[in-house]
């Protein structure tokens, strides 16, 4: 290269030694006589470590040129390496099969790539799918192992996905993962068909219910929303969406109707007392409305009678009360 001077500047690498006369002045001597038609000059110089470009790190590149580096198995070693792991439980030999077959896991994974776009989290979940298949595989039934391990492989990534698909969760029952991958898919089919995809007609071919369709619609159709993200600004004060949802609390309409029922019960006690005498007017007091009711020993003692006795008592008192209630307020209340 030429510099700014007209130099001609031939750069090195950084571990590049170089001639030894690096940095030499290749001009004519100034006492040399009659000056000679100057020549371009050439000085070798040491190019600097920050002189070289940074390459960017891709695990996903990384990856793949590891697994490359386990080579594919033939059908006979497959078989003979299954064929020990089963009898022998041989740890080498599956892992043997699982290195071999890591091409595959990669290749479903790019299926799903539209799905889920972190790679690396799909083919870990796809490994573990195999592995799996490996423990599993039965060599003695004729078939590949990559054919029965595709269907691990898809297991683990499909449950990857709805895990962690949005931060509240879809796929939680069966009829939510079969709208979940299956919905969009069928509304395709419907309308090339020419039939309009209603819900009726997803929920019949799907095996599902309307109502789960329609929810299924919903939450594909919205996004996550956070409870803290602001809704508005008043007054230069940003509100929450959290702020504007109803207090977990009871409503006043609630707790006024418990009040006006729990003043009914109470009056409809005091009059059902007024019919009582004898013990039950004591077991009533010190039992039934009591805040730290007596045990049935201890009333059995005042009463000079046993336990069971007092235990009788409280029964048919009991009961009623519960036929007063009844026929004095409905079913609002109910006695255990």
């Known amino acids: ?13 950084p571990d590049d030694d ?33 002189d070289r470009a940074l390459a960017r790190h891709d695990p996903l590149e990384a990856y793949m ?4 580096s386990h080579r594919l198995l033939t059908a006979d070693e497959e078989k003979s390496l299954a064929v020990r792991y089963v009898e022998t439980g041989d740890v080498n030999a599956a892992a043997n099969l699982v290195t071999a077959h890591l091409r595959l896991v990669v290749k479903i994974a790019y299926e799903y790539r539209r799905a889920y776009r972190n790679m690396m989290d799909l083919i870990q979940e796809g490994n573990m799918g195999l592995m799996q298949a490996v ?19 898809r297991a683990y990534m499909l449950r990857y996905i709805l895990a962690n698909f949005r931060m509240v969760k879809l796929g939680t029952t069966q009829a939510q993962r079969k709208l979940f991958f299956n919905l969009n898919k069928e509304k395709a089919k419907l309308t090339a068909m020419g039939i309009e995809p209603t ?25 996550d929303a956070s409870l803290d993200a602001p809704v508005n600004e008043a007054d230069g004060r940003q509100t929450a969406r959290v702020e504007l949802l109803p207090a977990p609390g ?14 009914l019960v109470r009056k409809h006690l005091d009059e059902f007392r007024k019919h009582l005498s004898g ?42 009360l519960r036929d007063y209630l009844s026929e004095q307020l409905g079913d609002a209340v109910q006695m255990d």
């Open 250 to 263: 009871t409503s006043p309409d609630l707790i006024n109707e418990g009040a006006e029922l729990s003043f």
């Open 135 to 153: 423990k599993k595989y039965d060599p003695y039934r004729g078939v590949k192992l990559s054919s029965y391990a595709a269907w691990w492989i």
């Open 1 to 13: 290269m030429v510099d700014s001077d007209g130099v001609e500047v031939e750069v090195l690498g």
């Open 199 to 223: 819900s009726s007609e997803i929920a019949a071919r799907l095996d599902v219910t309307e109502a789960e369709v329609d929810e299924m619609e919903k939450r594909l159709a919205r996004g």
């Open 18 to 50: 170089g001639p030894d006369d690096i940095g030499q002045d290749y001009s004519e001597p100034e006492d040399s006589g009659p000056k000679k038609p100057t020549r371009a000059r050439t000085q070798l110089v040491k190019a600097r470590p920050k």
């Open 279 to 320: 013990k039950d007017v004591i077991i009533f007091d010190q039992r039934l409305v009591a805040d730290e009711p007596k045990t049935l020993q201890e009333l059995g003692d005042d009463f000079g009678v046993s336990r069971e006795r007092v235990r009788q008592l409280e029964a048919r008192l009991t009961g009623k």
């Open 65 to 68: 040129r590891e697994v490359q």
